[in-house]
Every structure is written in C-alpha cells, then in structure tokens.
C-alpha cells in the first residue's frame, strides 16, 4: 500500500523559510515522479511543484519560482520543498502526490496523496 | 496557461440519481485529464485519469469521457458517501491546473 507522510508545516513570519518533507512506502519510489500540490484554505487545489524520478527535471508554478526548490533523496525515500521567501498567499495545506510514471505525461498525473501539512505564513 | 471550467459550481441531487459534472479546457489537452473527489479536511482522492480510466479501487459507478476540451464525470446511483467536492485537472502542458470544483450535495 502506498503511503505519503508529510511533515515540516507549521507558523512562520512572512518572508521567512519552512523544510517540507514527504516520507514515501509501498513502492519503489525513484521510479515514480513525485509532486506538490497545495490548497489554500476555502479554496480548490493549486499544483506548485514537480521532480522526475530521477530527481533530474523539476518544473514550478510561476507564483513560487525562484522561492520554492523541489528535491529528492531516493535512498531516503523522501521528497522534499523548500520554502524561502514566504508570504501570506503562501498559506495553505501542502500535498504531496505520487506521479503514474517516472517521467512524461503519466508523471504529472498523481494517483497517491499524503494527508497533507498546514502551513501558515503571518507575523 | 490553460484554463479548466467546471459546470455546475455546484449540484444538489438525491440518493439513487445519476449526475454528471463537465469540465472544459480553454485549448486542447488530448485525454491528459483527471477527476478527483475530496471530502471536507481530507486529502483528494484520485477517480478517473486518462479522461476515461478508472483508478485502481474506484467503483465503477464513476466514469469520464471526452478528448480535447470537453470532459465529463457521470456518478450514477448516488450514495450518501458520494457528496463530495469534485475536481478536475489537466496534465497535458505545466503548469498543470485545475478546475474551479462541483460541489455535490444532498437534496
């Protein structure tokens, strides 16, 4: 069974950092894309961030590009984001999100998702 | 970037009908299109990817269709578990996006 378990989220003061962190089991993780997704709070969904399995392509939403940096330790089986620069609109439950494939189209399609971890950015 | 429109915003039926949500892509995105259901504080759940297939441990009572920029997801013989928020989501181009969500509820 698949499982994502994510941790790191939390209060931080506009313009400062978070580490999140999504711990994967049930499958053979460098083999799949990996994604986050984040959902403000009353509002839908919002994709933020993708990594290929092998950890060499990552691509960003324009609202986190240069602030946010996607990565993964596959001999750890976690993926990470890393939060710089952070603002209010930043505020939301953080996702992450198991790809269908390594890489290509079937890899931006998720089909596993963690519970989720609330980050709030307020001073 | 493209745009997802979901219609209706939000639906009310009963226990037993059939509804169905459609999702429309502001350009053509193939059948690189995916439906997800969410409950209040959960995580989405995956349904439908592919446009059409059914993700593994989905009853068959979900169903998509359509290629290009019209989609639909059919939900027949509702049950109470059913009354969700649905969601839609392109994954042809980045930045993948989503639609606006359906709301379905109880009559």
């Known amino acids: 069974e698949v499982q994502l378990l994510e941790s790191g989220g939390g209060l931080v003061q506009p313009g400062g950092s978070l580490r999140l962190s999504c711990a994967a089991s049930?499958?053979?993780?460098?083999?799949?894309?990996m994604t986050w997704v984040r959902q403000p709070p009353g509002k839908g969904p919002e994709w933020v961030s993708t990594?290929?399995?092998?950890?060499?392509?990552?691509y960003y939403a324009d609202s986190v590009k240069g602030r946010f940096t996607i990565s993964r330790d596959n001999s750890r089986n976690t993926l990470f984001l890393q939060m710089n620069s952070l603002r209010a609109e930043d505020t939301a439950v953080y996702y992450c999100?198991?790809?269908?494939?390594?890489?290509?189209?079937?890899?931006?399609?998720?089909?596993?998702w963690g519970q989720g971890t609330l980050v709030t950015v307020s001073s | 970037d493209i745009q997802m429109t979901q219609s209706p915003s939000s639906l009310s039926a009963s226990v037993g009908d059939r509804v169905t949500i459609t999702c429309r892509a502001s350009?053509?995105?193939?059948?690189?299109l995916a439906w997800f259901q969410q409950k209040p504080g959960k995580a989405p759940k995956s349904l439908i990817y592919?446009?059409?297939s059914l993700q593994s441990g989905v009853p068959s009572k979900f169903s998509g269709s359509g290629s290009g920029t019209d989609f639909t997801l059919t939900i027949s013989s509702l049950q109470p578990e059913d009354f969700a928020t649905y969601y839609c989501?392109?994954?042809?181009?980045?930045?993948?996006?989503f639609g606006q969500g359906t709301r379905l509820e109880i009559k």
């Open positions: 999100a198991k790809g269908r494939d390594s890489s290509g189209f079937y890899s931006r399609a998720c089909d596993s």
């Open positions: 049930g499958f053979t993780f460098s083999t799949y894309a």
């Open positions: 990594i290929s399995g092998s950890g060499g392509s990552t």
């Open positions: 350009q053509g995105i193939s059948n690189y």
């Open positions: 592919a446009a059409s």
């Open positions: 989501q392109q994954y042809n181009n980045y930045p993948i996006t």
